[in-house]
Nanobody
Framework: QVQFVESGGGLVQPGGSLRLSCAAS????????MGWYRQGPGKQRELVATLTSGGSTIYADSVKGRFTISRDSAKNTVYLQMNRLKPEDTAVYYC????????WGQGTQVTVSS
């Protein structure tokens, strides 16, 4: 019953940056791989970034080169650095395990607009 709390979203202009945080209720290493997901207006939830327990990263083509997933294991926290944001990045962003998601948090809203 691990829980996640997302924060750091907001309104930003195209080309801007945001850093999202995901606080986990227990050790990330004990959970395994983590991921950031997003759900835009009228769209399905999609996986945008993955971080394995070994530190490997994988990104969706739509965000590759612009987003970076990282962790601070001492704080049980996963981050998503988002640079050169585009309007199509507008979505609610969630963190969760890469596999076997039991429940979802509230997410954090990211709005990219002029």
């Amino acid at each position: 019953q691990v829980q996640f709390v997302e924060s750091g979203g907001g309104l930003v202009q195209p080309g801007g940056s945001l850093r999202l945080s995901c606080a986990a209720s227990r050790s990330i290493f004990s959970i395994g791989a983590m991921g950031w997901y997003r759900q835009g207006p009228g769209k399905q939830r999609e996986l945008v970034a993955t971080l394995t327990s070994g530190g490997s990263t994988i990104y969706a083509d739509s965000v590759k080169g612009r987003f970076t997933i990282s962790r601070d294991s001492a704080k049980n926290t996963v981050y998503l650095q988002m640079n050169r944001l585009k309007p199509e990045d507008t979505a609610v962003y969630y963190c969760n395990t890469y596999a076997t998601q039991i429940s979802w948090g509230q997410g954090t809203q990211v709005t990219v607009s002029s």
